[in-house]
């Protein structure tokens, strides 16, 4: 016998009349998410801006402060200085040189001369020159663009247009809130971020996919029954498995957040957010999105409040 | 859904199988794995550079580097041309943008100009498009007897893919003799070389060995003015001033025609020289630069000449003797490292352009080992959490599920041995994250039987109906995150790559471990049990 649920059997929770909340929020965050893209902007890594990362660890614990000035005196224009993990690992983040590629090689040999005489461990360097740093970032847009394009098309194949057209918007929603917490956080932009944000959308889909193949199975299945609530009943009945689902990855997450080292953390922070993001749009988006494209076909499913109404010469229709 | 013929069952188990001894050698130390017996696999599972240690370097060739050193070959070999009996007069030639041009005088001439100068547009050997012959240079003469010669876009591209490879056949000689770690060398794009040297976590030494283009070349010393003069006036027409390596260094006025250049050389090693125990490079000449060095050395006994590495100027001896063994040495107050470097340099030859590094990551192997360490517990911990869950979720079905589970890990470790695939940090990520989601299936048929079972089914057709209602979910689900994985490897450069060769992997195991496998488990506990409720 299972000892634990996460959701009551038979839940009947009204969702869609949730969407008087849940779709206004998710503008607005979106809306939020744009904003802050352009004003803000995102903490672009060496990846996409290029530069250099160089992580160090020394004898006992950092005098973060001291590194600080002794880089300051360098003249390598901007530095950033900080903790990363334990308190005798350093992270040092050296802004892109001007004066071509061979500028950034000289910023190395500089770094490595200045902690000459002391006994200094380096346990990562990443030089990215101009060059490499513009491919990479074409490179991760057209990722994004291209997965979200092709999971587009599948969709399409396998359901209605509508449903495709849910998908995308509601992966789309996703991308740009996970986008606007790496503004507000200022994590780290890296490649890693997009492998990220490539798997929220997979991750996301995946929930989105099963509770329109829900919705597709009621659609045949209840003919009689008003879209609100037929669309109301898949979500609920699919309810269980989403939240369970969430739940063991986001298990798996947080261990990988807590013990998975520094280097990857604010990948698999990124992630965390992805999935709990993903789970609600699913739930709170997904199908809601829906009522908006005339899912039945009969013209009389409109976007309005009346849709909550059932009406009958729809279901004859259908 | 329920039913499984036996063939099938032992394919299943086979597969498992298979997967469990490929992850084996995993576990067990090199030297374990000699003594195994032949039919046992032995190979293990590639670890990134981010795991193990090492340095990732892309070079990209200095195209315009390049261009400029052959338009300037191109422009002597046009003065030879124009120079030979009878002689055509010329004026203003030289290496103009990306050209090379010669104004030819007497305008009755041009056609026997033309003529010869159509001789040096260099035919490609290897291209010939459509029957037609492809030049490396286009030239064009005007009537006013303008003649200008400009790659041809062929010829460049085809010049860029000799040069890569001739590189990297260079890069491969020079890293080889260093002996430490067997790096990889491969062509990225059309211009570009990348070098991954596992293990060798400060690339610097490396990046020495590959940054020089170690053109050796040969020089007399110009007598006729000093250097500090030719600095104030102008360098005699023919000579360039170079300086030596010394600190500070000393301006040499130089004849710009090297006597002999470092094609010449077959052999340099390092030795001691015998009255200041300092580190010298002997090297010898080949027959034909042996030859000419005799004969160079003939005529100038007396007169200083220079050694030439790169444009700097290593050492200036004067030539005491004719030397004809064909064999020589070149001292410079050299360090042990610098001497044997140099040796090593010339023995593999001359990069025939100058490359520079665009991208370098390197990991020192203290990291490496502790991200593994990391990537470790975080994969123990994550699995116990979600084996814990799907019991208290559901009952025995989650411990159908955990066996699935702990079927699937297996697997994904096998393919990853099985395939060579390159594991990563991102690469475990991807693991913890598949361990995660690889329940899904399950939860998603445990759910669906769940369903059925309450809208008043019997245990068995419950059963039976979950796993077919849910095939097609699942296979939405993963297909999905599967496109996501494949557009991740396509935009992927190592790191990212593993990651998304992990979460693909994980994928095609998922399926068949939580759908087929887990489906054979309930199947023969159903058989076994004959179970009238559903304890789930």
């Known amino acids: 016998m299972a000892l634990l649920r996460l959701v009551p059997d038979n839940t009947k929770l009204r969702f869609m009349w949730l969407r008087k909340f849940s779709f206004p929020l998710s503008i607005l965050a979106a809306i939020a998410s744009i904003t802050l893209f352009f004003t803000v902007g995102l903490n672009y890594g060496i990846d996409f801006k290029g530069g250099t990362v160089i992580e160090i660890k020394t004898e006992g614990p950092a005098d973060i402060a001291s590194i600080r000035s002794e880089l300051g005196n360098l003249n390598l224009g901007d530095v950033q200085v900080q903790q990363f993990g334990a308190d005798d690992e350093v992270l040092i983040r050296i802004e892109e040189q001007s004066g071509g590629e061979l500028a950034q090689q000289s910023v190395v040999a500089n770094i490595k001369a200045a902690f000459e005489d002391q006994n200094v461990e380096f346990r990562r360097t990443e030089v990215v020159g101009p060059r490499v740093s513009g491919e990479l970032a074409r490179a991760g847009i057209m990722a994004v663009g291209a997965a979200l394009l092709a999971i587009l098309v599948y969709i399409w194949f396998r359901f209605e247009w509508q449903f495709a057209i849910g998908a995308i918007l509601t992966t789309a929603n996703d991308v740009l809130v996970t986008v606007g917490l790496f503004v507000i956080l200022q994590l780290d932009f890296s490649l890693s971020s997009i492998a990220a944000v490539l798997t929220i959308i997979g991750y996301s889909l995946n929930d989105t996919v099963v509770v329109y193949d829900r919705i597709r199975e009621n659609l045949r299945r209840y003919k009689k029954i008003p879209l609100t609530d037929l669309l109301d009943r898949s979500i609920n009945e699919t309810l269980s498995r989403t939240t369970l689902t969430s739940f063991t990855t986001l298990l798996a997450l947080f261990a990988l957040w807590a013990f998975g080292g520094e280097v990857i953390r604010s990948f698999t922070l990124a992630m965390i957010f992805g999935i709990v993001i993903g789970t609600y749009s699913s739930i709170f988006l997904a199908a809601p999105f829906l009522i908006l494209f005339n899912l039945r076909g009969d013209g009389k499913t409109p976007g309005g409040e009346d849709a909550e109404e059932p009406d009958v010469d729809a279901e004859a229709a259908a | ?536």
């Open chain 2, 1 to 536: 859904m329920l039913y499984f013929a036996r063939w099938k069952i032992a394919l299943i188990a086979l597969v498992i199988a298979l997967g469990a001894i490929t992850t084996l050698p995993n576990f067990f130390s090199a030297k374990t794995l000699q003594s195994w017996p032949d039919i046992l696999p032995t190979n293990k599972m590639v670890l990134g550079l981010d795991l193990q240690g090492g340095a990732y370097l892309l070079y990209e060739i200095d195209k315009q580097d390049y261009m400029q050193k052959r338009l300037k070959t191109l422009v002597g070999e046009i003065r030879t041309a124009l120079r030979e009996q009878p002689r055509i007069g010329y004026t203003g030639l030289g290496v103009q943008g990306e050209g090379a041009q010669v104004r030819i005088r007497d305008l009755t001439k041009l056609d026997e100009a033309r003529e010869r100068l159509d001789g040096l547009r260099n035919p490609l050997v290897n291209s010939l498009f459509g029957g037609q012959q492809v030049y490396e240079f286009a030239l064009s003469v005007s009537d006013d007897g303008l003649a200008r010669f400009t790659y041809t876009e062929e010829g460049l591209a085809d010049r860029m893919q000799s040069i890569v490879e001739q590189s990297i056949e260079v890069i491969r000689r020079r890293v080889d003799e260093l002996g430490t770690t067997e790096p990889n060398i491969q062509r990225q794009g059309s211009d570009r070389i990348l070098v991954e040297a596992p293990g060798e976590s400060d690339p610097q030494r490396l990046k020495d060995l590959i940054g020089q283009t170690a053109q050796l070349t040969f020089h007399m010393v110009d007598t006729t003015m000093t250097a500090q003069q030719a600095l104030q006036d102008r360098p005699p027409v023919g000579t360039i001033i170079l300086n030596s390596i010394d600190d500070p260094p000393i301006p040499y006025l130089l004849e710009e025609n090297a006597l002999l250049g470092g094609d010449d050389l077959v052999d340099a090693q390092v030795s001691f020289d015998q009255r200041t125990n300092e580190p010298v490079v002997n090297f010898r000449f080949n027959t034909a630069g042996a030859r000419k060095f005799s004969v160079v050395t003939q005529q100038n006994v007396g007169k200083p000449f220079a050694i030439v590495l790169d444009e700097d100027v290593i050492s200036a001896p004067v030539i005491r003797e004719p030397i004809t063994g064909g064999s020589g040495q070149i001292s410079g107050n050299f360090t042990v490292e610098g001497a044997n470097d140099l040796a090593v340099l010339l023995r593999a030859g001359a990069l025939p352009a100058k490359l520079t590094v665009i991208e370098e990551r390197s990991i020192g192997p203290g990291l490496g080992a502790d991200s593994i360490e990391a990537g470790k517990l975080a994969s123990l911990i994550a699995a116990a959490a979600v084996v814990i869950f799907m019991v208290l979720a559901y009952g025995r079905f989650g411990v159908i599920a955990d066996i699935a589970l702990a079927a699937n890990i297996i697997l994904i470790f096998g393919a990853l041995t099985l395939l060579q695939a390159t594991l990563t940090l991102p690469g475990i990520a991807g693991i913890v994250l598949t361990i995660g989601m690889a329940v899904d299936a399950n939860v998603l048929i445990f759910e669906r039987i769940r369903e059925e079972a309450r809208a008043g089914r019997s245990a068995i057709s419950a059963i039976d109906a979950g796993y077919k209602r849910a095939l097609g979910t699942i296979m939405d689900a993963n297909i999905t995150t599967l496109i996501a994985a494949l557009i991740l490897f396509q935009l992927g450069s190592g790191p990212v790559k593993g990651f998304a060769v992990t979460l693909a992997i994980g994928i095609f195991t998922t399926v068949f471990s939580a759908f087929t496998f887990s489906r054979l488990l309930v199947s023969l506990w159903v058989r076994t049990r004959r179970p009238s409720k559903l304890p789930i």
